[in-house]
Each structure stands twice: as C-alpha cells, then as structure tokens.
C-alpha cells in the first residue's frame, strides 16, 4: 500500500497515537473531548492535520473504506465476547478487500 487510507479507533488519549501516522485520510476516533483536544494541540504543534471523530468506536459507522484500521491501547481486551464479535464485524465492513487490522492485545 502505497498511501494507505488509516483509521485509528481507539479511547482514552490514543488518538494522539493518529498523529504520527500522519497518512492520507488518517482519522482518530475517540469518545473522549478531552482526548481529542489534546491530540489537535499535539497535532498542530507536529505541524500536521489530522481529522478527530468524537464518537465511541463500538458505534463508528462510515461509507468510507479503509487500507489499515488500527485498534490500540489495549482496548479490544476489554470488550466481552458479544462486543468483540461486533466490532470485527464493523472492521470487516470498514475495510478495503485486503485491508489490514491491528490491534495490540495482549
């Protein structure tokens, strides 16, 4: 992929993590204002511009596709089975035909 379209859906001050991706189409989605804020701030002070949705992951609906979906902070270890299964569903219809997930679980 040569610029990929990126998402990263993640909570609780990961969407700071968006801004080094600094890549066509990068979005941070996140529940928290407060989280966003301060990644724009740490955004415009990198000198980059990335686009913040303030809406939980869980219910993140988009007709846009995407090359690389990213899941951090370990949140997808949070989630009950039912939520787990949700959100790979979600993914699978985010993604572009061949598109990549990752998540950090451990």
């Not at 993640?10 to 966003?36: C, E, H, M, P």
């Not at 270890?77 to 699978?92: G, W």
Request: with cysteine.
């Amino acid at each position: 992929i040569d610029k990929p379209e990126f998402v990263v859906l993640a909570t609780i001050q990961a969407s700071t993590y968006s801004v080094w991706q600094d890549l066509r189409g990068s979005k941070g989605v996140d529940f928290s204002n407060g989280s966003i804020e301060y990644a724009k701030a740490y955004a415009k002070n990198e000198g980059r511009s990335i686009d913040y949705i303030l809406q939980n992951y869980l219910d993140y609906a988009s007709e846009e596709r995407y090359d690389i979906i990213a899941m951090i902070m370990c949140d997808f270890c949070t989630l009950s089975p039912t939520q787990r299964k949700a959100v790979f569903e979600n993914f699978h219809r985010l993604l572009k035909n061949n598109g990549c997930l990752l998540l950090d679980a451990y």
